[in-house]
């Protein structure tokens, strides 16, 4: 008798789905491959960050970068983000996020960048308008393995931003958030597993 494949294996062969929370998009289903590495932020964590944030009622640019399915971008756009970049490296995961983004129909406002986030936050941005809602949620490990790479990437994407920019960084609960450039301006809520803080500048 053929054994029942279980379901990791399941997760990883067949795409799933979550869901656009609000917005114009919501209830709108996007593409997950299933991956782990992918680790989408949970829905019901996303629409607790945009809540926090509140209406996206003037211009903003959202920037993802490390986009996994997109769906913190593919959320801006839904909210008002008036254009989303999604950076991600890896090119299956990025091939999802081009779909979830042709689902939306989107294509005039999202774009999609394949690259490591890490190069393309050296090398790509200069000061922008309008200002940015910028996401960083990468994979938790970086936080303990590539913690001064993240922690330089975030100072000079900070030293760059137009005022009123926001930022979101997504680490797991064990991240000490003292740690962050200009620590003591950032806002942090707990939302198990992760430990999301805000930035307004």
Known sequence: MARRPDSQ??????????????GTH????????????????????????FNLLGPLSKPIHAVDLFAGTGAMGLEAISRGAT???????HAPTARIIRENVATLEAETLASVVMADAFRWARENPASATPPWLLFCCPPYRFYHERWDDLKRMLEGLLDRAESQSIFIVEADQQFAPEQLPNADLWRVRDYAPARVCMLRL
């Open 83 to 89: 254009q989303a970049t999604m950076i991600e490296r």
């Open 26 to 49: 919501g209830g709108r289903r996007l593409k997950y491959s299933g991956d782990p590495q992918v680790r989408p932020m949970k829905d019901r964590t996303r629409e607790a960050v």
């Open 9 to 22: 294996s399941r997760r990883t062969n067949h795409p799933l789905t979550l869901r656009i929370v609000g």
